[in-house]
């Protein structure tokens, strides 16, 4: 996400919809959404982004950002890693 405009647009979609994104298996319900970015190049280009959303009472996370053409999907110890970020980040907002 190169410019601060598309940055502030996926802001603003994510705290609207976070929801939309696809759980990602095995990592302690991180998501991933396709956003277009700057290169507008239809499905094939743009980002994913990978971000964590518990609820309401805890803000959204975005942890990483990626285009398409450098990876299709996690590594299982990139989701290892993810799923003990989240676990700190519950406990950290909810004592769980």
């Known amino acids: 996400m190169k410019s601060l405009k598309n940055h502030l647009s996926f ?17 302690g319900g991180v998501r991933k959404i396709r956003w277009t970015g700057d290169s507008h190049k239809g499905k094939r280009g743009g980002v994913r982004v990978i971000y964590y959303y518990y609820d309401q009472s805890v803000p959204v996370f975005l942890l990483t950002v990626y285009g398409k053409n450098q990876k299709e999907n996690l590594t299982q110890d990139e989701k290892n890693i993810l799923k003990t970020i989240t676990s700190k980040i519950v406990l950290a907002y909810k004592g769980e």
């Open 11 to 27: 802001i603003d979609y994510i705290a609207q919809y976070p929801l939309n994104g696809d759980l990602i298996t095995g990592t």
